[in-house]
């Protein structure tokens, strides 16, 4: 069962990796066309890597609580 739980949880980092690397591809294709300055892009690509950061730490901090469950069940 913690074999599954963990699963989950990569399959979830993975799921908000790709989101982030779509974003970050966005936001090149908007300097592209010039719709965005390349400091909008750096602003951004920073807070989509915290917004980033703070997901997977979230994703942690519930694996760990469902694996102690587990365990103690």
């Known amino acids: ?3 599954l739980t963990k699963s ?3 399959d979830a980092k993975i799921a ?3 989101i982030r690397r779509d974003a970050n591809e966005a936001l090149k294709k908007m300097v592209k066309d010039k719709t ?3 400091d909008d892009e750096r602003r ?4 989509i890597q915290k917004l980033t ?3 997977v730490a979230d994703i942690d901090k519930l694996l760990g609580e469902k ?5 103690t069940v």
């Open 1 to 3: 069962m913690v074999k």
């Open 8 to 10: 989950e949880g990569e």
């Open 16 to 18: 908000v990796r790709n």
């Open 36 to 38: 965005a300055s390349e």
């Open 44 to 47: 951004s690509s920073d807070e």
């Open 53 to 55: 950061d703070k997901a």
């Open 67 to 71: 694996e102690k469950e587990i365990l």
